[in-house]
């Protein structure tokens, strides 16, 4: 019987990375039109309630697919699939059995928590459609885990691009039908297209974990009996899935845990300011639900960076390889500025007509002006969390999180209450979160690895912003499209890309060596010098 081909840690990070970038360009599409169906009051209502789910999740499976994924991993590698499916069943009996204990208590106070905490009731609706999403996306990370612990990252990929899909067009359709009966039930109506499609992406993995099991992609019966023992110990696994699981859950929960309070003191602190319930949920959802998910689009891709990142520097720390770790973080930080960048500079230079464009609402662009700057903290911020990770440092990672977390709600308390800062309070928070936890990292990194940052690269790149940054007002001012907002803002982007291309090519910052390495974009430069 023929065994299925594992992928490659490469192939397996390109498919994962390919998906995570198609979802995230296919993500953006509700958060563009959402607002035009409900606005961003109905935008609001819609975040609020999101927090709790974040949390309530993080509680469920917040470790599990990392833990399923390790030990289903040596379990294959052991050429043991029976210690697979038991460790699909148990994980699949926890988060199950947890995220029906939690859809049921969100049900019954689902009344207090929207009347007493987040002080607008019209959230009950979206707060009792999110709730059965609990246990559909508990089960649905228990396979994720289990597919990539069998290195087939295939499964998990088509089901974020087809889930995204499907929750496109469930989000915009359930709501546009919903919307007449009121804006909490638009809002509402948003809620359950997420739950249609995080359902049928979970249909997704049961068919593909139906279809492998039809292939009888296992070793042969009478290698399975010499391997494996008569009876498969369920209680040590439930132990070691607790012990890799409890750990990584703690640590996803301060962040879980920061943005849930970071939604309930914003929304509190700007009562106390004296604005109005309405003005509080809709400043809230444009804030949250517009901008800054516009600000993190290029988040995709460092995030890839990332991912690779991981495994490469856990690799050069297994062999002591210092200078090869140095290479790498320097190489890495330096992609995230240079891919980070440019999209910084568009979104400070160019806020009014992007969001006129986008949103219908120039209203928002003060918030998007004033934090673009400071998003390339946050682009450089998870390369340096996943270095510290892969060198066994979590707990400073944790550490410097926690640190940053509690500054930003102290400041969002203070500054939000506050008439004259209103939800600008909270924005200045949330900047100068992403700064601190951003250095904090970065001292963290520079102590452990006696690590040197090349300063001559962040001045060069700071050169080429400023000087993109007046290319693109310049051609945004001059150029002879005023009468089609569109068409000026796609002109002065381009104008802004052409200069910035220029420059860091010309001041060395990306080389054409560096692109020979790129995936796919190295193989056509290599292709074309083959015939020069």
Not at 163 to 179: D, G, H, K, P, Y
Not at 220 to 241: F, G, H, M, S
Not at 281 to 291: E, H, K, N, R, S
Not at 314 to 341: C, F, P, W, Y
């Amino acid at each position: 019987m023929n065994k299925r081909k594992k992928q490659t840690f490469i192939q397996g990070t390109l498919i994962l990375v390919t998906a995570g970038i198609i979802n995230r360009i296919l993500g953006f599409i509700p958060r563009i039109v959402l607002p035009r169906v409900i606005g961003a009051e109905g935008v609001g209502i819609y975040q609020l309630g999101y927090p709790f789910f974040i949390v309530l999740m993080t509680i469920i499976t917040g470790g599990i697919p990392l833990a399923v994924s390790k030990i289903v991993s040596e379990a294959e590698a052991a050429n043991n699939p029976k210690a697979s499916q038991t460790v699909l069943r148990i994980s699949l009996g926890l988060t199950l059995g947890l995220g029906i204990i939690f859809m049921l208590l969100s049900i019954l106070f689902a009344p207090w928590i929207t009347h007493n905490i987040l002080t607008d009731p019209r959230v009950y609706h979206t707060f009792v459609s999110m709730s059965p999403m609990l246990v559909i996306v508990a089960a649905s990370s228990v396979y994720r885990g289990y597919f990539q612990g069998k290195q087939n990252m295939i499964p998990s990929a088509v089901s974020s691009i087809v889930e995204t899909v499907a929750r496109i067009v469930c989000v915009l359709w359930f709501s546009f039908l919903l919307l007449p009966k009121g804006i909490e039930f638009g809002a509402a109506g948003a809620m359950l297209g997420v739950m249609a499609g995080e359902f049928i992406g979970l249909l997704i993995l049961l068919w593909q974990y139906h279809a492998e099991n039809k292939k009888g992609e296992y070793p042969d019966i009478d290698n399975i009996l010499e391997v494996e023992p008569a009876i498969i110990p369920q209680k040590k696994v439930l132990r070691r899935l607790l012990k890799i699981t409890i750990p990584v859950t703690a640590g996803k929960l301060v962040g879980s845990f920061s943005y849930l309070f970071e939604s309930i003191i914003t929304a509190q602190s700007l009562a106390l300011a004296g604005f109005a319930t309405s003005v509080v949920t809709a400043q809230y959802g444009a804030l949250q639900g517009m901008v800054i998910p516009l600000l993190l689009l290029p988040g995709a891709l460092t995030a890839a960076l990332a991912v690779s990142l991981v495994p490469s520097l856990s690799e050069a720390a297994t062999r002591k390889d210092m200078v090869t770790i140095h290479k790498r973080l320097n190489q890495t930080l330096r992609l995230a500025l240079v891919t980070g960048a440019p999209f910084s500079v568009l979104m400070f230079v160019l806020s009014v007509p992007l969001c006129l464009l986008l949103y219908n609402d120039h209203n928002i662009s003060s918030m998007l002006k004033l934090m673009a700057p400071f998003a390339l903290f946050i682009y450089v911020q998870a390369p340096l969390m996943a270095a510290l990770q892969a060198l066994d440092h979590p707990g400073k990672a944790l550490r410097n999180t926690l640190i940053g977390s509690a500054i930003k709600l102290f400041l969002i308390w203070y500054l939000a209450s506050q008439p004259q800062y209103g939800i600008l309070g909270a924005v200045i928070a949330i900047i100068a979160n992403s700064i601190i936890v951003t250095l904090l990292h970065g001292f963290s990194v520079a102590r452990m690895l006696s690590f040197k940052y090349k300063i001559l690269d962040f001045l060069k790149m700071g050169v080429a912003m400023i000087v993109m940054a007046g290319g693109t007002q310049f051609a945004y001012t001059y150029l002879p499209f005023h009468q089609l907002t569109w068409l000026q803002f796609i002109a002065a982007s381009i104008v802004g890309i052409i200069i910035y291309i220029i420059i860091i090519f010309s001041i060395k910052l990306v080389s054409l060596r560096d692109l020979e390495k790129t995936p796919l974009i190295g193989d056509w430069f290599r292709s074309k010098q083959k015939f020069t």
